[in-house]
Antibody, heavy 120, light 108 residues
Framework: EVHLLESGGAVVQSGGSLNISCEAS????????MNWVRQAPGKGLEWVAG????????DYADSVKGRFSVSRDNSKRLLFLYMKNLTVDDTGLYYC?????????????WGRGTQVTVSS | SHVLTQPPSVSVAPGQTAKISCGGS??????VHWYQQKSGQAPVLVVY???GRPSGIPERFSGSTSANTTTLLISGVEAGDEADYYC???????????FGSGTKVTVL
């Protein structure tokens, strides 16, 4: 059974930094692209960043480009998101999500999320 | 701003069919995916690549496309289908994933 467990969420001050993690199990982690999606309180879903499995190519939403960095450790089945220069607009629940397959862009498994709150 | 346009809300009586539209440029609506998010829970993939249905998703959930619109159809709506529904796709022009603004489905 696929399982994604996020951790590391916290309350940080505006301008601060934070590193959140996702521990994966139940599938061949190293063979799948992984992504981060966030959801501000009472708002919709926003894709944040993605990391391919083979060439480690990264993609970022314009809203976080230059401030966030996604990485992975396949040997430990871990996905990371390093966030710096945080603003109140970065507040939200951050989900770790698995890409369906190489050919299908959908996100087939989601974690329960870790809460990041940026205070002014 | 959202590249994908969804109606804010849809109301449907039990047993009827809910239709949730997702509008965008015809050249972009190649592979659209749909997620159901119930209150307080993580999203769940219910349709992928416009028509595909993941394992474990009831046949009541299906997708259709026409012109500049992709639609999620929920037939035989049940009270348990009340949720927010989001469309999603990879945008080649933007080189980013995009989500629609979400549609709240209310079962009357």
């Amino acid at each position: 059974e696929v399982h994604l467990l996020e951790s590391g969420g916290a309350v940080v001050q505006s301008g601060g930094s934070l590193n959140i993690s996702c521990e994966a199990s139940g599938f061949d982690f190293g063979s799948y692209a992984m992504n981060w999606v966030r959801q501000a309180p009472g708002k919709g879903l926003e894709w944040v960043a993605g990391l391919r499995s083979r060439d480690y190519w990264t993609d970022y939403a314009d809203s976080v480009k230059g401030r966030f960095s996604v990485s992975r450790d396949n040997s430990k089945r871990l996905l990371f998101l390093y966030m710096k220069n945080l603003t109140v607009d970065d507040t939200g629940l951050y989900y770790c999500v698995k890409k369906f397959s190489l050919e299908v862009d959908a996100f087939d498994f989601w974690g329960r999320g870790t809460q990041v709150t940026v205070s002014s | 701003s959202h590249v994908l346009t969804q109606p804010p809300s849809v109301s449907v009586a039990p047993g009827q069919t809910a239709k949730i539209s997702c509008g965008g440029s015809a050249t972009e609506l190649i592979s659209v995916h749909w997620y159901q998010q119930k209150s307080g829970q993580a999203p769940v993939l219910v349709v992928y690549d416009n028509f595909g249905r993941p394992s474990g998703i009831p046949e009541r959930f299906s997708g259709s496309t026409s012109a500049n619109t992709t639609t999620l159809l929920i037939s035989g709506v049940e009270a348990g289908d009340e949720a927010d529904y989001y469309c999603h796709m990879w945008s080649n022009p933007l080189q980013q994933y995009v989500f629609g603004s979400g549609t709240k489905v209310t079962v009357l």
